[in-house]
């Protein structure tokens, strides 16, 4: 028999882990033309970036419903390639984890990169490397630090989620029921046992995870 | 009368009104905030006591209140919870009383989606099904007796979705998300307006949605707080909460 806490924890690793991997395949380019421009779209693309940091999941929570649902663009456009509503779903929690955890994954990038300067680049293309093996032979080892960061923290953060997945999962058990809102629930149902042993569990988890980027962090050059 | 002296019978006056005027904490069940709004300022002309207000699920409100929570008076979503809080010493004994009787709808915001048979359960062509959570929230035990009543219970279990509360519910309906769920029939009525289609629900289906308000222990002495339990069974309420599309106890 498994125990009931384990689709809940299933379900939000899956969503961690993929919310991760999305998010370092955007993030890494779009990190690095953000270290490397001059253009005026930086400062409103970093400010969108940035901007689940300031507001509350409620207001992107509420908004993500509305988007999703049949009148709105999103809805409209999944709808029209067959695909259904995205809210209630796995995929609708994906899209909201991307974007609510996307800065938590671009900062730490933009920062490694910006860390790098512009010198070890230009001598590896005086020594006639080509842009693309430039960026990936000189720039992406001298931030591994950073790329350590951004994939843990993206990952954490993505566990930690509530305030999404509340407005727009719906509390599908093994579809939308992650941990979070399994501890939500067994709090509003005053059985504080599996509400204790789930949250000491994520509180543990996290801990963790942010001791050793921590300690890793310190030994190599620190960007983060 | 001089200008003085008007002076000081406005002070004096106005000393005496604010040593009377109180604030009252009322933790409310989301269901019952349309009412509840106008309720609180009727209550305010009338006595000049402020009705502070806080909306949310009835389970919530059970555990912020054992743990403390600065509530004057509770207005519950069902009866369980009062009498639980009367027997854990939480309430005051005797203060427990009924000002509403909930009534359950099937809702969906297109028109004609939802018949007034309630056989668009069966036969509509919907992906989702909004209930409120019927672990925490009385509205979502009665829509869970509905569909087990009807039989529809297990086969409708892939197309449930859940809301923390019958508001959070309304909303997954409201931005079509949902195409149809069970709601609160005081939430599409809101004062008479109505929007979509509905099938007002037999009160056969569940069992009776009564809502009971409760004082709470440490307010025991709190002037604002009884005058407003008593303001709840005043005619004018009354007719307040019946426009909202609740029965009253007899």
């Known amino acids: ?224 | 009368m001089t200008f003085k002296s008007l002076t000081l019978l406005i002070m004096g006056l106005s000393c005496i009104h604010t040593a009377m005027a109180e604030d009252v904490q009322i933790a409310v069940a989301a269901n019952f905030a349309g009412p509840m709004q106008k309720i609180a300022r009727q209550f305010q002309q009338a006595t000049g006591h402020r009705a502070i207000l806080s909306f949310g699920s009835t389970g919530k409100f059970y555990t912020q209140i054992k743990n403390g929570a600065p509530f004057d008076v509770l207005l519950s979503a069902d009866t369980a919870t009062p009498e639980r809080l009367e027997r854990e010493n939480e309430a005051v004994s005797g203060s427990r009383d009924t000002y509403a009787i909930g009534k359950l709808v099937l809702w969906s915001p297109q028109s004609n989606f939802v018949d007034k048979m309630g056989q668009a359960l069966i036969t509509g062509r919907y992906d989702h099904i909004a209930i409120a959570n019927p672990k925490v929230a009385p509205y979502g035990i009665a829509a869970q007796q509905t569909m087990q009543k009807l039989n529809l219970w297990w086969n409708l279990q892939s197309k449930l979705v859940q809301g923390e509360n019958i508001g959070q519910t309304h909303q997954f309906i409201e931005t079509g998300n949902a195409e149809l769920g069970f709601v609160a029939l005081s939430q599409i009525q809101g004062d008479g307006k109505m929007s979509g289609s509905y099938w007002l629900v037999p009160q056969k289906l569940y069992s009776p949605l009564a809502q009971q308000a409760v004082l709470l222990s440490k307010a025991r002495d709190n002037a604002a707080a009884k005058a407003f339990l008593s303001f709840l069974k005043s005619t004018r309420t009354r007719d307040v909460i019946k426009s909202y599309g609740y029965d009253l106890p007899k």
């Open chain 1, 1 to 224: 028999m498994t125990p009931d806490w384990l689709p809940p924890v299933l379900l939000t690793l899956k969503l961690a882990a993929s919310t991760t991997l999305i998010l370092m395949c955007l993030g890494i380019p779009l990190a690095w033309w953000l270290a490397n421009t001059h253009s005026w779209l930086k400062a409103p693309l970093n400010a969108v970036i940035s901007l689940p940091i300031v507001l509350p999941p409620t207001v992107i929570g509420f908004y993500l419903l509305l988007l999703l649902g049949p009148k709105g663009a999103i809805g409209q456009m999944t709808q029209s390639l067959g695909l259904g509503s995205l809210a209630f779903t796995f995929y609708g929690l994906l899209l909201g984890s991307v974007f609510y955890s996307m800065p938590f994954v671009v900062q730490p990038l933009q920062n490694a990169f910006e860390t790098i300067g512009k010198r070890p680049m230009e001598a590896a293309a005086s020594l006639g490397a080509s842009p693309i093996d430039c960026f990936f032979t000189v720039a992406l080892p001298l931030a591994r630090p950073g790329l350590w960061t951004a994939a843990v923290l993206g990952f954490a953060h993505t566990v930690g989620e509530f305030g999404v997945v509340l407005m727009i999962g719906g509390n599908i058990p093994e579809k939308t029921q992650v941990i979070s809102i399994y501890i939500y629930e067994h709090v509003e149902t005053l059985e504080y046992g599996q509400a204790h042993l789930l949250s000491m569990g994520l509180l543990l988890f996290s801990f963790v995870v942010l001791s050793i980027l921590y300690a890793v962090n310190k030994r190599s050059r620190g960007v983060f």
